[in-house]
């Protein structure tokens, strides 16, 4: 059998067409595959720049929690320096108030002069230098006392005052002695 010149042009032309149709297929799905590659590797860049920011903020997060606890250690170091402190100066109060409570009566009924000494330091420790008495308070207690605080001796001038319809004294330090 034999073909016409008419019928191998056009099997020609098919053939054309259909690798015509194939290369632009596949120019379509280079460009479509180019496009999806780019597209990953711009999300992936993405997700990398958000992953490298989100380290650098746990990284932060993690050095501001190490500064915090630190903070918080000399916090609490401090706290406890600050209790110790409050416990001792309250002791001290404790004993201050119970030596005034002590000899108040005793220096308004006439005491000795070392006990009114430490009278008069004792009411000079106090907030405000003085102490409510519940009479007026005797002459005796008019006069300078020499009293020694960790081998110094300090002279306290004791006075008498009527406050708001109450005897008080104040103590005053007026100098250090030999």
Do not use: C
């Not at 916090?75 to 402190?85: A, C, F, M, P, V």
């Not at 002069?113 to 106090?126: G, P, R, S």
């Not at 005052?161 to 008080?168: E, P």
């Amino acid at each position: 059998m034999m073909y016409s010149q008419e019928e191998y042009d056009q099997v020609r032309r098919q053939t054309m067409q259909i690798e015509s149709e194939k290369r632009a297929v596949l120019r379509l799905a280079l460009i479509v595959v180019s496009l999806l590659l780019v597209t990953a590797l711009l999300v992936l860049s993405a997700v990398w720049v958000h992953y490298r920011s989100r380290e650098g903020i746990a990284e932060a997060a993690e050095a501001k929690a190490g500064q915090a606890e630190a903070a918080l250690a000399q916090t609490r170091t401090e706290l406890d320096q600050k209790k110790q402190e409050l416990d001792r100066l309250t002791n001290v109060t404790t004993k201050r108030n119970e030596t005034i409570e002590r000899l108040t009566p005793r220096v308004v009924a006439h005491t000795s002069a070392a006990e009114m000494a430490q009278f008069a330091h004792a009411v000079y420790e106090t907030p405000g230098h003085m102490v409510e008495v519940p009479k007026v308070p005797p002459n005796e207690l008019l006069k300078r006392f020499k009293y020694t605080v960790n081998g110094q001796t300090r002279i306290y001038q004791v006075i008498p005052g009527f406050l708001d319809g109450k005897w008080v004294v104040y103590s005053n330090l007026v100098g250090y002695g030999k």
